[in-house]
T-cell receptor
Framework: EAGVAQSPRYKIIEKRQSVAFWCNPI?????LYWYQQILGQGPKLLIQ????????DSQLPKDRFSAERLKGVDSTLKIQPAKLEDSAVYLC??????????????FGPGTRLTVT | ELKVEQNPLFLSMQEGKNYTIYCNYS?????LYWYRQDPGKSLESLFV?????AVKQEGRLMASLDTKARLSTLHITAAVHDLSATYFC?????????????FGKGTHLIIQP
């Protein structure tokens, strides 16, 4: 079974530029999550999708971050404009979803973003 | 707001020794997860603990959950160098279909040969 795929793996941009990350979840997983992991810290949830609807975006800085999951499969996360403090690893995870009786979130390899 | 605290945050130990990592959380939750992260890598799922009193073991690692005390432990038995990594506990948010995870800061574990 293929895992969660993410691209690019690394990205370096200057502050005030924009950037986008892509995620393809495990086949059949209805729920998709984006997390931000700053160096030396645990991941922080940014947004959760159930199919193509947003379930929780309470910690997403909506003035600069946006995310979409068209057709309920792939997802993109965008930052515009980027700030220095956005330097982090952005992790995508997927799961079968609540109410299925099957538990566990499976993480992709992440995209390491450096903002200079 | 759900808070998750791990301790210790840093642990250096010798091979062959036993030790325990603690994870406390602030509000009621249905599920608790333990993950391992190697440097520069993503998160690897170790355990999912689903109910009070749950205990799971894999090799030299054993995890337990006490929902009344809001405490989980990860016990390492006879540590070996290959277990050197950062270990995170994470608690599932609950309500309204949202089940994203709140993570602790992680325990950076170094096992000396």
């Amino acid at each position: 079974e293929a895992g969660v795929a993410q691209s690019p793996r690394y990205k370096i941009i200057e502050k005030r530029q924009s950037v986008a990350f892509w995620c393809n979840p495990i086949s059949g997983h209805a729920t998709l999550y984006w997390y931000q992991q700053i160096l030396g810290q645990g991941p922080k949830l940014l947004i959760q999708f159930q199919n193509n609807g947003v379930v929780d975006d309470s910690q997403l800085p909506k003035d600069r971050f946006s995310a979409e999951r068209l057709k309920g499969v792939d997802s993109t996360l965008k930052i515009q404009p980027a700030k220095l403090e956005d330097s982090a690893v952005y992790l995508c995870a997927s799961s079968l979803g609540p109410g299925t009786g099957r538990y566990g979130q499976y993480f992709g390899p992440g995209t390491r973003l450096t903002v200079t | 707001e759900l808070k998750v605290e791990q301790n210790p945050l840093f642990l250096s130990m010798q091979e062959g020794k036993n030790y325990t990592i603690y994870c406390n959380y602030s509000t009621t939750s249905d599920r608790l997860y333990w993950y391992r992260q190697d440097p520069g890598k993503s998160l690897e799922s170790l355990f999912v603990l689903l109910s009070n009193g749950a205990v799971k073991q894999e090799g030299r690692l054993m995890a337990s959950l006490d929902t009344k005390a809001r405490l989980s432990t990860l016990h390492i038995t006879a540590a070996v160098h290959d277990l050197s990594a950062t270990y995170f506990c994470a608690v599932e948010n609950s309500g309204g279909g949202a089940d994203g995870l709140t993570f602790g800061k992680g325990t950076h574990l170094i096992i000396q040969p």
